[in-house]
């Protein structure tokens, strides 16, 4: 099951037409640790439970939908407390589930109501995550307008509707979503931005929801593109990646189709998810401190961030760190059984996965020894004559580089 000293792989959706033994079985060889959405099917949640992977599941308690923001701050009205304390009555144990899903996307009108819910499934659930997925920057679509954006927010800001949730929504994590090739990667920026640093400020987990489905029906996620959102994760600190939607969920092409086969994107998502394992073993032994925007990041990709790119990274241990002006997003981490430093590199200049190119990063380090991990494996660093260390990195990919004393 789950393992919190692990990064988190999860996806959305094991609908009944995939819920035999077999597709439960290529579900945990697909690298995904928990089901979001599951139904309360006790046949589908033994084989979950034989095969290691954990559920979120729906239905337990009064569901919630932000959507368009129609509804935003009639909650309390239409889901009041009470329904939470029959739900918590009426519900039945398995040893499969890990968590209550609490809803999707609400307006901050409603937050100081989802707060106290919240509390009630923690207090009458226990040893149950109550899961509650908000929105990103742009709220409910890529094509908002900003009108239509602070309807749905409820706030004028992205950075207020996070303010918003924390003070009123007393979770362990910030969970969000981004479907980067329906929406702009300035909002991606942004929304990483955000709450990468709300984590930090109110010592809060990062969770994220990343597109592996496609909003055409022509096109297809590729593997650099699932790579680039994982990796741009990582670099903000995120612990948790669910991928949306390994079953038939919202519009096209996802990881199974609606007889419960397999598309291409199943073995992208099995390579990408078993390199985010590998690497996640090492990753979570550290703590997210801060990110840089290293390169050539123009202004309006910055925009929401109040950022500027640099152009070499200084920190305690390593120095004069660079890549000859390409775009690095770099996760600064300390570890947390305070032995080292580490850096999260995302190469960050290809989001698109079009090109694929490979770039050299160069810097000095004083610690004595330095690895550099990839999804592949860790290896030993040396220096050269002149005490410089390089590797290479190509576009999409991530590379976490971490000191020894």
């Not at 800001?157 to 003070?167: F, M, Q």
């Not at 709300?198 to 929801?209: E, Q, S």
């Not at 939607?245 to 099995?270: E, F, I």
């Amino acid at each position: 099951m789950v393992n919190a000293s692990e990064l988190t792989i999860g996806a959305y959706y094991l609908a009944p037409y995939a819920s035999t033994k077999e597709h439960v079985r290529d579900l945990a060889q697909c690298g995904i640790d928990v089901v979001v959405n599951m139904r309360n099917d006790r046949a589908a949640l033994d084989l979950l439970a034989e095969h290691g992977v954990g559920a979120i599941v729906s239905g337990i308690v009064p569901g919630w939908f932000g959507g368009d923001g129609s509804n935003a701050g009639t909650m309390s009205q239409k889901n009041p407390l009470e329904k939470y304390e029959l739900a918590a009555q009426r519900f039945q144990d398995h040893p499969a589930i890990i968590g209550i899903d609490a809803g999707d996307e609400p307006s901050s009108l409603d937050f100081e109501h989802y707060g106290k819910a919240i509390e009630l499934i923690r207090t009458h659930f226990p040893g149950k995550t109550a899961y509650l997925n908000i929105y990103p920057r742009y709220a409910v679509k890529g094509s908002n307008t900003p009108q239509e954006i602070a309807a749905q927010l409820g706030t004028q800001s992205y950075g207020e509707y996070i303010e918003r949730y924390v003070r009123w929504v007393n979770t362990p994590y910030i969970c969000f979503d981004y479907y980067l090739y329906s929406a702009d990667l300035p909002g991606l920026y942004e929304s990483l931005w955000t709450v990468s640093r709300a984590c930090r400020t109110y010592g809060r987990k990062m969770w994220m929801v990343l597109q592996v489905n496609s909003h055409q029906p022509d096109i297809f996620v590729s593997e650099k593109q699932l790579q680039f959102q994982a990796n741009c994760a990582l670099a903000f600190g995120a612990q948790t990646i669910i991928w949306a939607c390994y079953c038939a969920g919202w519009w096209y092409n996802h990881v199974l189709d609606k007889q419960g086969n397999k598309t291409q994107q199943y073995d992208k998502l099995r390579r990408v998810n078993a390199r985010l394992h590998r690497l996640g073993r090492t990753y979570m032994k550290y703590r997210h401190e801060e990110t840089h925007f290293l390169g050539g990041f123009g202004m309006e990709e910055l925009s929401g961030t109040g950022c500027e790119a640099i152009r070499m990274l200084e920190t305690q241990r390593f120095r004069a760190l660079s890549a000859g002006g390409e775009k690095l997003l770099v996760g600064r981490m300390t570890s947390r059984a305070g032995k080292g430093e580490a850096l999260f590199i995302a190469a960050a200049d290809d989001p698109s996965g079009a090109h694929g190119r490979t770039h050299r990063v160069t810097f000095a380090c004083d610690a004595s020894r330095v690895f550099a991990q990839d999804g592949e494996g860790e290896r030993l660093l040396e220096p050269d004559a002149d005490g410089m260390y390089s590797l290479q990195i190509d576009s999409c990919c991530g590379i976490l580089l971490r000191t020894e004393e």
